[in-house]
């Protein structure tokens, strides 16, 4: 059984799941270059189910993602790390920012999504799944 961990970088905010990643997702939305001070985030999908999160400092933010519902992401208040999301559109699922675990080493991404909003230096692999925006249901 895989046990997933991670923090932020100051150590005050951890977490930890037993519970299987279902995908690793690179997101390209603009939201996310904001949030992230990078051009790009590394999502990995797990279920809410099991995910335990400690620490004092936990704080959150709320917007509108791209596609109109909220998007509640969650970051340390000391340090400003991100450390995962809480998606309408996903429920049941938290999306955890692969740099914020402890071994990112494993969560190889799979699909490529909102790549209309990537920044044209980035080099997207276009073997995998990608879209334009997220896909459509
Ligand atoms: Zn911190
Ligand atoms: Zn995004």
């Not at 004092?56 to 970051?75: D, E, I, W």
């Not at 995962?84 to 990112?104: C, E, R």
């Not at 209309?116 to 879209?131: E, F, G, K, N, T």
């Amino acid at each position: 059984m895989n046990n997933i961990n991670g923090s932020c970088l100051c150590g005050n905010v951890q977490y930890s799941t037993f519970a299987e990643p279902l995908m690793t997702a690179v997101c390209h939305c603009s939201d996310c270059q904001k949030q992230s001070g990078s051009a790009f985030s590394v999502n990995v999908l797990v279920p809410t189910e099991g995910f335990e999160v400690s620490g004092p400092g936990l704080c959150s933010y709320a917007s509108n993602g791209g596609s109109g519902l909220p998007v509640q992401r969650f970051f340390c208040s000391t340090c400003g790390s991100a450390l995962y999301s809480a998606v309408t559109t996903l429920p049941g699922l938290f999306v955890l920012k692969a740099g914020s675990l402890s071994d990112p080493s494993a969560f190889k991404p799979a699909v490529h999504l909102w790549c209309a909003s990537a920044q044209p230096w980035v080099a997207i692999d276009r073997s995998l799944a990608c879209y334009e925006q997220a896909p459509s249901e």
